[in-house]
Nanobody, 124 residues
């Protein structure tokens, strides 16, 4: 049974950086498509990035393209989301999710396993 643990959130000033982690146990995460999602207060959860099993590069929503980078560390069974040039509108709870499928997507219904979320707050 795949389990995901999110970490790496925190308080950061606008323009700063954070790296979020999605650590897996119970299965090899490189066999799963992985997505990153976020949910701000009063808003729906949105998909912002994902990575398929057979590619080294990721896909990104327009809101984060050019600032965020998704990557895998197979040895650590972990997927990361490196976030640069953070903005106040990036404030949200960030979740990773995984699905036993080769191709990733940005819909919440595309994933069956979810991490617990980690809070990111961008504020001066």
């Amino acid at each position: 049974q795949l389990q995901l643990v999110n970490s790496g959130g925190g308080l950061v000033q606008p323009g700063g950086s954070l790296r979020l982690s999605c650590a897996a146990s119970g299965a090899a995460l490189d066999h799963y498509a992985v997505g990153w999602f976020r949910q701000a207060p009063g808003k729906e959860r949105e998909g912002i990035s994902c990575i398929s099993t057979d590619v080294s590069s990721g896909f990104y929503a327009d809101s984060v393209k050019g600032r965020f980078t998704i990557s895998r560390d197979i040895a650590k069974n972990t997927v990361y989301l490196q976030m640069h040039r953070l903005k106040p509108e990036d404030t949200a709870v960030y979740y990773c999710a995984a699905e036993w499928t080769p191709r990733c997507a940005l819909g919440t219904d595309d994933y069956g396993s979810w991490g617990q979320g980690t809070q990111v707050t961008v504020s001066s």
